[in-house]
């Protein structure tokens, strides 16, 4: 595998994808496989395999010929393209169902990501153990000076706002929401949503189409039979 110094300005489409081309290479590494052909990981990725040698060259990356592209290597790279060398430290504000669960997700930690506070406004929840960390308020955090890099926003929509403009005062530079409505931050800040309603939205759609398609399929009237040389 050759790699070259990743040229700068990784395009944002590429960034997306980086994360599922970081999910393949771990699975092959898990499977003991050491090289792999562009078209391998691009199936196990889901892309085609023009976009991903695209991608993988923006980042300085080119398979050998008749080799491929070293597992290790490949997977280190797009970490660091990633920041995911260095651990970083997470804050999930709201600690409801979905703050709980996030809490307790295995997936965050083994991919770099440290959930070091956890913050709710509810008086029965403050004080509360959960996965080893004990729940405080929003300006407790704020008080105690701690460096977060992340803040993950679980709380009900009408709270968002308010939660990541203290985020932000706070020195957050990243936002993650998952409630059900824009957040808007400075310049300098990144927010990100995520609403898996809108995904199955998307999904109801593709549904609807197929199944107006499949109506076109069996409403449309047979051929008429040629009784063209019958009898
Ligand atoms: N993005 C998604 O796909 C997705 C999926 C499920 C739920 N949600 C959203 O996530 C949010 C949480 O859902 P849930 O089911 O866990 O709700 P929940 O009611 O169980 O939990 C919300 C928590 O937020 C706390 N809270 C409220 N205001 C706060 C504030 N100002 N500061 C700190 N904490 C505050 C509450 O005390 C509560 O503990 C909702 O907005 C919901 O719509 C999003």
Redesign the pocket.
Known sequence: MISEPAPRGVPEATVGRLPGYLRALGQFGERGVTSISSEELADAAGVRSAQLRKDLSRLGSYGVRGVGYDVGQLSAQISRELGLTQDWPVVI?????????LAGYRGFTSRGFRIVAL????ES?VGEQVEGLTVR??SDLVASGESIAIGV????????Q??AD?LVAMGVRSVL?????LVTVPEGVDVR???????LQILAFHEQRRALADQVVTDTPAPARTTEGVG
């Open positions: 504000v709201g600690l409801g169902h979905l703050g709980r669960a913050a709710d406004q509810d929840v308020t929003l926003i679980t709380t009900p929509a009408e709270a968002a308010a939660v203290e929401n998952f409630a059900p409505c949503h995520v609403d898996l309603a809108t995904e």
